[in-house]
């Protein structure tokens, strides 16, 4: 089992910066990843970033690339996801994602991890 540990989030002005972190507690094995997803009102949850832990390989959505950036400390078991150049359509719930067994093509499906944070608020105003 593992226990996912959110924090960062809140409100930020179009075009600013703004970080989310997670802390995984719990047993990994070598195809240990962990990401991100997002939901925004009236919209589906999407994917939006993961990284590898063996590795350290680093997957995003078409609509942060360049703008976002995953990473990850492998001692803390921690991951985060820096945000710049924030849209207000990157207003969302964002969700800290774990699983073990990923393989590469997995990796932007949600169904995939096991393991899902509670959420945490991200909020861009125009």
């Known amino acids: 089992q593992l226990q996912l540990a959110e924090s960062g989030g809140g409100v930020v002005q179009t075009g600013g910066s703004m970080s989310v972190s997670c802390a995984a507690s719990g047993r990994t094995d070598n195809s240990f990843a962990m990401g991100w997803f997002r939901q925004a009102p009236g919209k589906e949850r999407e994917f939006v970033a993961a990284?590898?832990?063996?590795?350290?390989?680093?997957h995003y959505a078409d609509s942060v690339k360049g703008r976002f950036t995953i990473s990850r400390d492998k001692a803390k078991k921690t991951v985060t996801l820096q945000m710049s150049g924030l849209k207000p359509e990157d207003t969302a719930v964002y969700f800290c994602?774990?699983?073990?067994?990923?393989?590469?093509?997995?990796?932007?499906?949600?169904?995939?991890?096991?393991?899902w944070g509670q959420g945490t608020q991200v909020t861009v105003s125009s």
């Open positions: 994602v774990a699983g073990n067994r990923l393989i590469l093509s997995s990796l932007r499906t949600g169904a995939a991890y096991d393991y």
């Open positions: 990284i590898r832990w063996s590795g350290g390989s680093t």
